[in-house]
């Protein structure tokens, strides 16, 4: 083991150091304007899958995306991190969709679907044991276990994406007026494609009524 590359990560730093070199060529001004702000119209809340790259699936640069990544794409009401990134967003940034995208073979919603436990991570994994509760029936029709696996990655974005819609921030907004459309991905990491699941949420009607707030 050879401690001083484990302390320095040259080979990190030789590639940042191209990459910057290779900014600077395709735009001299790239760095000066993106130190001055950032304006992406997109919020991504995805897995932390090393796989599942969000600026890179998507084709989108440095500034165009704004990111949160947590261990499958959960967004539990009082997650306060993942709520004042939202926040951010929608308040200040202003972005006009958000994106929740699951991935199929992710490990988290995996590891949710089986008896024994992992340790801390379970309490966290618990929000994807209550999808599958709630969808119980439905997936418990299905033979095929990796037909239930996708199905539950599914599931979960939608549940996820409904709990984003659930919140304050994404209510005051549509209640005045902000355009706001929050879409339901999923990325396949077999083919490298997304699929939209077609469950976009762009205004309060859409909600079950006991999540609507009036609020202004
Ligand atoms: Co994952």
Partial sequence: MDLKKMKKLPLLFENNRLWA????????S????????QDPNYLWIGCSDSRVPANEIVGLAAGE???HRNVANLFPHTDFSALSVLEYAVDLLQVEHIIVC????CGGVKAAMQEHGLGLVDNWLRHIRDVYDR?????????DPIDRFNRLVELNVRQQLLNVCHTTIIQKAWAKGQPLC???????LESGFLKDLNCC??????????YRLEIM
């Fill in 135 to 143: 969808f119980k029936e439905e997936l418990e029709k299905m033979e």
């Fill in 102 to 105: 699951g991935h199929y073979g």
């Fill in 65 to 67: 995306l704004f990111v």
């Fill in 182 to 188: 929050v879409h339901g991905w999923i990325y396949d």
């Fill in 30 to 37: 790239f760095f000066k304007d993106m130190a001055k702000v």
């Fill in 201 to 210: 949420v762009s205004n309060v009607a859409q909600l079950e009524k006991i």
């Fill in 21 to 28: 070199k290779s900014q600077v060529e395709q735009n001299a």
